[in-house]
């Protein structure tokens, strides 16, 4: 009888403990997490091991993967079936089509109402959101940094065109207005040799969709009805889309683009590669591309012969539309971190989660090996003092974001408009069968919306 109570003793104890490590009652014994991610293993070991040595009981291992629509399409399949990480990636566009997959945060002090006191407005908007269940809003995710489409360009091009300024324009109209003076084209046959901007097609530009989605976005345009049920792309989102076009139409003022700039294959960079090699201006892109700049070059080099100078190379905000700075957006996009509903040991995953994003010393960690600007309001004073990442911290205030349903499958609507605009179909019947098909993978996966009421159970 002794024994048994003197057992019954170290099982409460250890579980005292356990709990005490986590403010929240959790299973007694060691507790093993498995996290997915997209980041390098160097970049989440030494966070993982930190919160390991305040918290012996707790082992976690990471897995990495490198695409992230295997990856989306892994996760799918695997919570499906029972299986899968506790802990994951999840993607600002994501939660409308997962939240079922998730379980959200239970907190005392980390809640809805606080969560824009901690981190950047647009993640707010995008993990913070009614529950099916009881349509409470709830935290679904917490993010570990937040990225905004910025403008690469060649200082040398503009320097020597627009003295005035030695950079782009910083609105739109202006920009298509100058294009012509960056445009160079072969004097026998009028071949394009050299353009201001890659945009206009979809074939050979990486970031189509979000460009598109930044140009809505700035626009004003609606992307949905009201009810979250139909994608509409209401009000001037043709006008936005014809923006767009014009730079890839050979007749238009804008022409900067065509498929000879940067030829589709296996291992193109697109864009990318024709920004590096010299033959357009200046390309959209998202702050991962800085890092990556030298390595880049070289590879270019090697392929394409010659290229620009790393240290010509410039990065501002993305162009606008609107005068007013009260009216400026641009596109975000980045990861957050999710508990998956299969999770034993959600309690646990949220706090490793908590540690990893709420702590500037951690959050602070993963930016200074990734450069990815930072969501955690208490690292914004010190990364407006580094160069290039204070370009992405500037926009931060005006990002937002669209409840894309299906990244990928939307992606590829808007794509294939894209190609088919340049094709000859008119612009505007290109993008209704854009929206056509969206709303076929609505009414396939979502046919009660992406926010469908919560069912009353009766009495």
């Known amino acids: 009888m002794k024994k048994k109570i003197a057992i019954f003793i170290t099982v409460i104890v250890i579980s005292s403990l356990i709990a005490g490590c986590f403010g929240q009652k959790t299973d007694t014994g060691p507790v093993n997490l498995t996290m997915y991610g997209l980041d390098d293993s160097d970049v989440m070991e030494p966070i993982i091991q930190k919160y390991q040595e305040k918290y012996s009981a707790v082992r976690i291992k990471y897995k990495k993967f490198a695409d992230p629509v295997a990856f989306e399409d892994l996760l799918v399949n695997e919570i499906a079936e029972g299986e899968g990480p506790d802990i994951f990636y999840l993607h600002n566009t994501w939660l409308p089509r997962h939240i079922k997959k998730i379980v959200p945060l239970q907190s005392e002090t980390l809640i809805p109402e606080k969560f824009t006191e901690i981190f950047a407005n647009v993640s707010k908007q995008d993990f913070v959101q009614p529950d099916p269940k009881d349509g409470a809003q709830k935290i679904y995710a917490l993010p570990l940094y937040v990225d905004t489409l910025a403008l690469y360009y060649n200082k040398k091009d503009f320097e020597q065109k627009f003295p005035e300024r030695g950079k782009p324009a910083g609105n739109w109209q202006v920009f298509q207005n100058e294009a012509s003076q960056l445009r160079q084209q072969a004097s026998d046959t009028n071949v394009l040799e050299h353009g201001a901007i890659a945009m206009g097609r979809s074939d050979n530009i990486r970031l189509t969709a979000d460009i598109l989605y930044n140009l809505f976005l700035q626009g004003g345009v609606s992307f949905y009805d009201d009810a979250f049920k139909k994608v509409s792309l209401s009000g001037s989102a043709s006008k ?80 606008q539309f609107a005068e007013n700075e009260a009216d400026y957006k641009v596109f975000a996009n980045y990861y957050g971190l999710a508990v998956s509903r299969n999770s034993k040991n959600p309690t646990v995953a949220w706090d490793f989660i908590k540690f990893l994003t709420t702590s500037p010393q951690n959050a602070g960690s993963y930016h200074t090996k990734t450069k990815r600007p930072a969501a955690l309001r208490d690292l914004v004073e010190a990364q407006k003092k580094e160069p290039v990442t204070e370009v992405f911290i500037s926009q931060l205030g005006y990002a937002g974001s669209f409840r894309i349903f299906s990244d990928s499958k939307f992606a590829n609507a808007l794509k294939e408009a894209v190609t088919a605009a340049n094709q000859g179909l008119s612009s505007q019947e290109a993008l209704n069968q854009a929206v056509d098909r969206m709303n076929e993978v609505l009414k396939t996966e979502a046919p009660e919306g992406l926010y469908p009421k919560p069912k009353i159970k009766k009495k």
């Open 240 to 319: 936005y889309f014809d923006y767009f076009l014009s730079f890839a139409d050979s007749k238009n003022k804008n022409f900067s683009w065509n498929f000879e700039l940067a030829p589709p294959s296996v291992n193109s960079l697109g864009e990318v590669e024709a920004f590096l090699s010299g033959k357009v201006s200046s390309i959209l892109a998202y702050s991962d591309l800085y890092p990556r700049l030298e390595t880049e070059l070289k590879n270019v080099k090697t392929k394409a012969g010659g290229t620009i100078s790393l240290s010509d190379i410039g990065v501002m905000p993305v162009p």
